[in-house]
């Protein structure tokens, strides 16, 4: 059985999707079971991964490995990899981030990746770091802006990474939760291609055939509107910290997942095209 936390997160749901349709049993963690509709035969268990006492309780059996979300986890890695330890655990596979070995951002936010690698490193199980680059994924926050007014107001346009599309992390989580081969290796997770923030916008625009701008405006009006919708101080600080970086350096590009999965990594315009529903203006507007 493999213990995913963060289940309803991006990265979450799709390895519970890999596992189940492979026909591998799953345990899944979730602070919300009413709301989390996840996939059937995946065995959902209540609690809070960064509070691993709300676990003991209900935690089965019979695991073999941990999907860990940092932040799902928080500061308790170290607890809860002794609980699944104590219930059969014998490998982690950590959802890290690319800014650990390639720093963009604020550093205090690649330290906290840092901690949990190294708390992982330290709770005795075989243990594999997937690096992640920035998600596709995240693009999901334009999409009111894409739908209402075709126009995406962001900061520092020129920003240029590498994003991944989540089917390739939990692709690669799987992969690394089975084969003990993996152990102790660290993979830097990118997509396929270099793109900015323009670049992204169009490949939505292409998806929905429809012409979409980006509008580049100062970083300090996009952190007033973040905290005006009251979002914490900590998304903008996370969010422009990197895109500032990534504005003077473009992030790291590798062939990792290729090199993993013995397939091309997926583009971002085929995440788009497979998300297009979420930019479409509801019809009849
Ligand atoms: N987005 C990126 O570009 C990027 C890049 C590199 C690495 N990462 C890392 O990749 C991991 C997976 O990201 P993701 O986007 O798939 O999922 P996520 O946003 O981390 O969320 C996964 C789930 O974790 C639970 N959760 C969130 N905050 C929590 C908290 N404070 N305490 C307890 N549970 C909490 C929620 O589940 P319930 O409400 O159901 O409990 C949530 O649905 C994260 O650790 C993230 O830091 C992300």
């Not at 690096?131 to 995406?152: E, I, K, M, Q, Y």
């Not at 900061?155 to 991944?164: D, K, L, M, N, V």
């Given at each position: 059985?493999?213990?995913?936390?963060?289940?309803?997160?991006?990265?979450?749901?799709?390895?519970?999707?890999?596992?189940?349709?492979?026909?591998?049993?799953?345990?899944?963690?979730?602070?919300?079971?009413?709301?989390?509709?996840?996939?059937?035969?995946?065995?959902?268990?209540?609690?809070?991964?960064?509070?691993?006492?709300?676990?003991?309780?209900?935690?089965?059996?019979?695991?073999?490995?941990?999907?860990?979300?940092?932040?799902?986890?928080?500061?308790?890695?170290?607890?809860?990899?002794?609980?699944?330890?104590?219930?059969?655990?014998?490998?982690?596979?950590?959802?890290s981030a690319s800014s650990v070995e390639h720093p963009a951002g604020l550093r205090r936010f690649a330290d906290?990746f840092k901690?949990?690698?190294?708390?992982?490193?330290?709770?005795?199980?075989?243990?594999?770091?997937?690096r992640c680059a920035d998600f596709d994924?995240n693009?999901?926050?334009?999409?009111?802006?894409?739908?209402?007014?075709?126009?995406?107001?962001g900061a520092f346009g020129t920003a240029t990474t590498s994003p991944i599309?989540?089917?390739?992390?939990?692709?690669?989580?799987?992969?690394?939760?089975?084969?003990?081969?993996?152990?102790?290796?660290?993979?830097l997770l990118t997509g396929p291609e270099a793109l900015d923030q323009y670049d992204k916008?169009?490949?939505?625009?292409?998806?929905?055939?429809?012409?979409?701008?980006f509008?580049e405006?100062e970083p300090?009006?996009i952190?007033?509107?973040?905290?005006?919708?009251?979002?914490?101080?900590?998304?903008p600080d996370r969010m422009l910290g990197s895109l500032a970086d990534y504005a003077s350096a473009p992030g790291p590009s590798t062939d990792t997942?290729?090199?993993?999965?013995?397939?091309?990594?997926?583009?971002f315009?085929?995440?788009?095209?497979?998300?297009?529903?979420?930019?479409?203006?509801?019809?009849?507007?």
């Amino acid at each position: 059985m493999f213990l995913i936390t963060g289940a309803t997160g991006t990265v979450g749901r799709e390895a519970i999707d890999v596992l189940v349709k492979t026909g591998r049993e799953v345990a899944a963690v979730t602070r919300r079971p009413a709301a989390a509709a996840l996939p059937d035969g995946a065995r959902v268990v209540a609690g809070d991964a960064s509070d691993p006492a709300t676990l003991a309780s209900s935690l089965p059996d019979g695991i073999e490995a941990v999907l860990l979300s940092p932040r799902a986890v928080g500061g308790a890695t170290a607890e809860l990899l002794a609980l699944a330890a104590a219930r059969g655990a014998r490998h982690v596979v950590v959802l890290s981030a690319s800014s650990v070995e390639h720093p963009a951002g604020l550093r205090r936010f690649a330290d906290e990746f840092k901690a949990v690698e190294a708390a992982a490193e330290r709770s005795g199980l075989r243990w594999t770091f997937l690096r992640c680059a920035d998600f596709d994924a995240n693009a999901l926050a334009w999409a009111p802006h894409v739908r209402a007014t075709g126009v995406v107001r962001g900061a520092f346009g020129t920003a240029t990474t590498s994003p991944i599309h989540q089917r390739d992390i939990a692709e690669a989580a799987v992969a690394a939760m089975v084969d003990p081969a993996h152990h102790a290796r660290s993979y830097l997770l990118t997509g396929p291609e270099a793109l900015d923030q323009y670049d992204k916008v169009r490949l939505i625009g292409d998806a929905i055939h429809r012409e979409l701008s980006f509008v580049e405006v100062e970083p300090e009006q996009i952190r007033r509107a973040m905290l005006g919708r009251g979002l914490p101080e900590e998304i903008p600080d996370r969010m422009l910290g990197s895109l500032a970086d990534y504005a003077s350096a473009p992030g790291p590009s590798t062939d990792t997942v290729e090199r993993l999965l013995g397939r091309p990594a997926l583009s971002f315009g085929q995440w788009a095209a497979e998300n297009a529903g979420a930019f479409e203006p509801p019809a009849g507007t």
